[in-house]
């Protein structure tokens, strides 16, 4: 089955301790992308891929890094996490850098940080 | 730069139609449509390319006019399914001309379809 896969989908951390969100997709898309979902501020964009070892800034890059090693996986990286990172995760792929087709979602990713 | 959607929220019956807009300050390449529901991710509706076309989704289509720089999803015969927050998400033309790059989502727009 085609999916994007996100891990962990529940997490509840504390300030400052280093956590990593996984993105694995099986549908060798070239494109891969982070958004963070806040109530009445839709999504945003954290950073993006096009293909492996190119990765760019989205609106909100900040205290976040990302990789992508491997054209399957794109893993969200938070080194140092603050309460203002409490948030909706999402990793999204397409099979085109130039997003001409769909992006699909993965499940999503509820990060509480205290 | 972010699009921006109206309204914001909408209420509507089983049966009756419904538009929602979306609009950039910038030039568009292209505008994609998404529909969220409740606790899921978002999900693929359409997407429409420069040129004022006009694309449909089940009763749901949707314009985009390249000189006005806005879209609109026009939702027909609205049915209970149809109720969740729509996205549209443009790309920004100052990368690689719109071919390439990141997609900016607007906020969103609540539907509620009651019966």
């Known amino acids: 089955e085609a999916q994007v896969t996100q891990n962990p989908r529940y997490l509840i951390t504390v300030t400052g301790k280093k956590l990593t969100v996984t993105c694995s997709q099986n549908?060798?898309?070239?494109?891969m992308s982070w958004y963070r979902q806040d109530p009445g501020l839709g999504l945003r964009q954290i950073y993006y891929?096009?293909?492996?070892?190119?990765?760019d800034k989205g609106d909100v890059p900040e205290g976040y890094k990302v990789s992508r090693k491997e054209k399957r996986n794109f893993p969200l990286i938070l080194e140092s996490p603050s309460p203002n990172q409490t948030s909706l995760y999402f990793c999204?792929?397409?099979?085109?850098?130039?997003?001409?087709?769909?992006?699909?979602f993965g499940e999503g990713s509820r990060l509480t940080v205290l | 730069q972010q699009p921006v959607q109206s309204p914001q929220a909408v209420i509507l019956r089983e049966g009756e139609d419904a538009v929602i807009n979306c609009s950039s300050s910038k030039a568009l390449y292209s505008v994609h449509w998404y529909r969220q529901k409740h606790g899921e991710a978002p999900v693929f509706l359409m997407i429409?390319?420069?040129?004022?076309e006009q694309k449909g989704h089940e009763k749901i289509s949707a314009s985009f006019n390249e000189k006005k720089q806005q879209s609109s999803l026009y939702l027909t015969a609205s049915q209970l399914s149809y109720s969740g927050t729509y996205f549209c998400?443009?790309?920004?033309?100052?990368?690689?001309?719109?071919?390439?790059?990141?997609?900016?989502f607007g906020k969103g727009t609540k539907l509620s379809v009651k019966p």
């Open positions: 891929s096009m293909n492996v070892e190119v990765t």
């Open positions: 998400g443009t790309k920004d033309p100052e990368i690689y001309g719109g071919s390439q790059g990141n997609l900016i």
């Open positions: 429409l390319l420069k040129g004022g």
């Open positions: 549908m060798n898309h070239e494109y």
């Open positions: 999204a792929s397409s099979r085109r850098q130039g997003l001409t087709g769909e992006l699909f």
